[in-house]
């Protein structure tokens, strides 16, 4: 699959800039022939999208492995830039023909050059007398897979390529902030079960300590789970400095309390993040931070949201998640951290628990309220629309932008690609509460019109898309409230009850 192959008879055609380099056979060597690698194309100024970069990284280490795995012996990289166009030359001892599938499969590659062949725009090989040639050609302006797959087929080509970056976790230590609500537990829950070591900072302010405790499953005996602020001077250094990767979910993520404590979202938003930029940035340990960021930056326009469209908050909430996807890029960009920003759409599951007072998590709000015996309320009508996202599902996107090589430096939304409305929603809930009533009630302030995620970016750089649909969901969080009666706030049964 290619788009405009070059032959391997065109060597001669690539006078602009070269670089050579020998590699030893061993694991360290592959990994450090890479890294020398890019670091020459940074130094040649060649213009490359993180996507690209992505592809490049990903078709080094294959056809590295690929010469590793023929001969055992040492192998030479030529690197060559005509202004247009990257070509990576791989000679080794063996005459044997390079195989698509075969290799062994580990961390320094060998997944096979079946992904050369799909992420490079043109590869060949030539015999010699001596051995072999194996080569490939990147367009900087243009991701091979935009131009010879399909979605589906992007997904299935990054597919194993992203769970070989997922298992790169085991053994290594997780920094989640926010850990102890019900997307960072979820996560942490994630990383134990890929052998990795998660290390969670969370404030355990939202709710009440039985909450994190029975729902959530927060032990705060455990050493790796430090009870602490974000913003307080000089903790995120001491902790970032242990940790490979980190994942920065704490915020202040009510619409409403934002709007109501605007100063709370400054000082949990905005400072607390700069502290964690900051640790990140100064420490040489760390691979790559995941910032998570919101739908809300979207504010209102479109129905469907494209990353590349302009951000247009409506709310305290989105505009501090705007503020923070600009530092992150500013703050690590600058310091040459990987980083990459996914964008939540609206997040539900079990064991999530409504908060007074807030107008966020509208199954759970539905749910508990049917349970009940309550109407559900339709603000402005309940024709906003939301791309509901289950938590297992952000979960597993989130260690995704973690590990994929393409999410380098990248934005990508977390969304199913399908709109419900709020009314849709009620809809659903009432099927396992035939008595609900529904009620319309004023639109609250800062509560946007909405939308539905665009996941082709999500789709193509992370190779992966959401499991659970909304229907299965909410059946399965109505059977959880079932099980567990005892979740629904105390608050809201008096107010039942009144």
Known sequence: MSCGPISGSTVAAFPASRYEYEVDPTPKDVVRARRVLLEVVSRWHVPMSGSVLGDLKLCVTEVIANAVEH??????????WTGNLLRVEVWDSSAEPPELTGAAEDDEGGRGLELVAAFSHAWGWQPSAVGKTVWFTIRPDLPATDCVLSSNERISVTRGVNQLSLEELSGRTVLVTGAGGLIGSRITARLRRLGARPVSVCKLDAYPPEVYRERFGIDTSDPDFIVGDIAEPGLMKRVITECDYV???????????????PLDAIGANIIGTQHVLDAVAASERVRRLVFVSSASVYGNGSPQFVEGAAVSPVSVYGNSKVWGEYQTAAVLGKADRSYAIVRYFSVYGDPQIVK???HSWVVAWFAMRAALGLPLQLNGGGHQIRDLVHVDDIATGTLHALTSPRAHNETVNIGTGTGTSIRQVAELVRAHYPDTRLVETPMPPGDPEGGYASVERMEELLGWRPATSIEEGIARYAAWLRANPGAIPEWMRRAAAA
Do not use: K, M, W
């Open 356 to 358: 007074e007072n807030s």
């Open 247 to 261: 994942i920065h979910a704490a915020a202040l993520a009510d619409v409403a309390a934002c709007t109501r404590r």
């Open 71 to 80: 001969t055992n012996g040492r192998c030479r990289i030529s690197l060559l």
